[in-house]
Structure formats: structure tokens, C-alpha cells
């Protein structure tokens, strides 16, 4: 997930933010210091957190003024949700300047309730580097998860000033406006772009986007033939969703199926589902299952354990507004991989949740090397892509949406509202093969999964899903996506 790279886990969806020493064990050190730090490394990559925050604590205690133990003990301490700020702040005395270091101490502020002094840190460094495009994007991500909606992204205006021609800078600024769907603001900015640099591609193609994804240009089915003969996956996503709009699936599943054997493929397996669906092909059912392939299991929670990890979760809920390309409406979603977090009650639910999903793999029909769930390997241990707690109010729901870093994902129900706060059914359900609203396709759901306190639901990630609006209560769950298994598995 995008969120997870402005959270700074390292995990998922992705994320670029590993303490970059960390994996290079090619880099020298005394002593047995490069030992240490390639195995908290490959404890790390493990997901076995523990023993990597202490593996690599000692490389700090024994070598204080190195950077890359320095780096790293900060990097896993905020991962494991322990003290970080001042373990980066040490760090960056260490390497003066380094982006990834600053990115990640602002991270570890915020977590620890100093959002001022985070912002403080981001805004004196983007003064003195306006074309960081990574800090304006993370800056910008605070105020709105702090709930600030008045000027949240007037760092990038500044630096546009400062930096008129770079282009990078403009199309962070108007991603971050797509993102939220604020298509009027998102032209604004392009059409300032575009007015100070001329004959851009990037520009051009943001443009097409832009056009396509608000639905001004929803009947022009030339819309994407200037650029016909442009390989590029993102532009080819786009190209499947406007033929959708129009009406015109048999278009969009011959783009899509092109990328089925590529590497861009679980972003269109979720497309081609809805293709499928709509042309009537049997292939929906290969792809979804018949029935699908998605199950729900009450797991062994007691009515004490639930509570205690729903107070646990509850104090992890820091944030006022949902991070901006989340699928999350009217809540709050956590930081950091949960299932990382030291607590005694999480550590036991990820316990119960992995013992499930290894149960779920077995169970699946046999291997299909083609397909996105049936082809991975089923040999390897269980590890999350990401892992996190979303917490819903009153008329708080999630958006259609799909996992197209993950293999299976899920919806672990700590609290659900009472039924008569909630509505009638099938209120506050999750889901199942609901395309997304904006596509406006004639597809009801495949399944819809009755929320109840300790039910995991767990389905493909490339399956469409999201959770039916609520009139009020509470309802907090923990969901995860499971890792695609590699060719072989990392001890």
C-alpha cells in the first residue's frame, strides 16, 4: 500500500523506506560488526522483529559511532514501536543531511505525539532543499492524517516558486490532490504546470488521466489514441478504467490481458475480473472461484481477550483523518506494521491469524501456475505485507478496492456495532467482488461477510472488496495482507 512508504514501515505496498545499510552487508566494518548487522537484517526480512531489535542494538552498543548500526537500531526500534526520535536524531549526526534519515526521525516524532516539532523538521529542511519531493509529499500526508484541510499542501506552492521548472515537484502536487479525488484542484495545479513548462510528457499524460479519472471526457472513446502506441502500464490501467466508464469491456479486457504474463500483472487481475463478469466469460469464475475463493472463520478469541486488544488498538488510533490514498471513509487508520507492535494481545492475535491463513492455503484447490492465488508457493512461512487497524464511526466505511501487493487478504472484526445502531442489513458487511462506484458497472457482490467479534474474513488480494456503510457505533478491525511467497523462503 502507498500509505505505508508516507508511514514509513518499510513494509508493503509498498515502501522504499529500509534503512538503506542495513541490506548491503557488502559494506565493510570492524569487527563483527557487518555480522551483526546482516543478521538483524535477515531477522529482519524474517519478520522475527525481536530478535532483530536486539541483534542490532548490540551493533549499536558495541559501535556507537557507526552510521549504518546507528541508522539501523533507529530504523527497527521504530518498526518494533518502541522510542525512535532520539535514536535518528543520533543517526543524523552521524550522516548530516541524509533525506532518508530526516523522512524517517519526522516519522518517529510524529508516532511519539511531537507533530510540531516533526513539521518544524520537514518544513527548515524543505526551505533549504525545495525540490525534495519526497518530504513535501510526507509533510503534506501529516496535516491531513492531523486533520488540517485549510493549507495542507502549501509547502509545494512555495517550492514551485522557488523551483518553477521542475516538473517532479508539480506532479507530486497534483498526485497527491488525484489521490483524494479533488479533480478540481488537481487541475488547478496542472494547468499552473503547464503554463510554466511547455511540450512535457509527463504533463500530457496527467492530463489524459485527469480527463479520464474525473469523467469529464467519460464518452470520448479517442481519448487515449494520441498515445496508442505507449507501452506503459500506468497509462494502460487508465485506458482499461475509461473503457469501462463507456461501456466497452470487450476494449478494456483485450489491454488488460496483455499484461497477464508481465510484471505489472495483479494490477489488472482485478479488471479483468469485472471484464469478465460483465462479457459473461467463464474465466471470472477460474480467476474468483465458483464459489469464490474467500472464507470466514470465528476464531478462537474470548470475550476478554477481544476487549483487551480492542483498548490496546484503541490507544494506537493517533490520527485524526485517514491517509489520503486509503480506502478508508469516516475513521482513522493505524501506522506502522501492527503486527509488529510488542503488545501481548496483538502478538497473540497474530498468532491466531497465521495458524488460519496457513489452514486457508492448505485448503485451496490445487496449483495453478497461472493464476494469482492458486500459482504462488504454499511451502514458505506465513509473512504480512503490511498489517494495520482501521477504526470506523458512524457512516464510516471503505471504499471498493483491491491489494495488488498482497497474495490474501483479510478483515479481522475486534468491535462491531450493535445491529439496531447499525442498520439492517447487510450494514457494516464486508463485501465481496463489489467493483468500484466511480466505474459505475451493473455488478452487485458476490458475497457479503457478516461482521462479528472475532470472525476473520480471508479472500484474494486481487479480489474487489470494501465494507457497507453503518449508521453509527464503532467498529474496529485489524486487517493484513499476506506476502507473496518468493522462490525460496528467507530464514
Known sequence: MAAQAARGDGIGGGAATDPPAIHRPALQGPGDLTDLIQRAAELR????MEEALETIAQAAKLHPEDPRAAFGFAQISFECWRPAAALFAHARTLVPGNPDIIRNHALALAAEGDG????????DTLKAAPGWVDGHRILAVQRITEGDEAGFDRNYAAAVKSEP????????WFQLHAQRKNWDRAGEVLRDA???????????LATLYLASESGSARDDAELFDAIADLADPGIDLCRVRHHLRDGDAQSAMAIAERHTNGPAARM????LSLCWRLLDDPRAGWLDGAPIFADAIDLDFSAAELAELAEVLRSLHRLKAPYPDQSVRGGTQTDRQLFFHPDPAIQGARRKVAEAVQNY?????????SHPLLGPARDQPVLFEGSWSVRLAGAGYHAAHTHVMGWISSALYIVVPEPISAGSAPAGHLALGTPPPELELSLSAYQHIEPQPGRLALFPSTLWHGTEPFAEGER???????RI????AVF
Open 165 to 172: 521548472q521542475n516538473t517532479a515537484l508539480w506532479m507530486g
Open 45 to 48: 526480512a524474517a519478520q522475527r
Open 194 to 204: 503547464m503554463a510554466q513548462i511547455t511540450r512535457n510528457r509527463s504533463l500530457e
Open 476 to 482: 474496529m478491525t485489524i486487517a493484513f495482507d499476506i
Open 268 to 271: 489488472f487481475w482485478p479488471y
Open 116 to 123: 510540531a516539532r516533526a513539521r518544524r523538521l520537514l518544513e
Open 485 to 488: 511467497p518468493q522462490v525460496s
Open 361 to 369: 492455503v492448505e485448503a485451496l484447490p490445487a496449483v495453478d501456475a
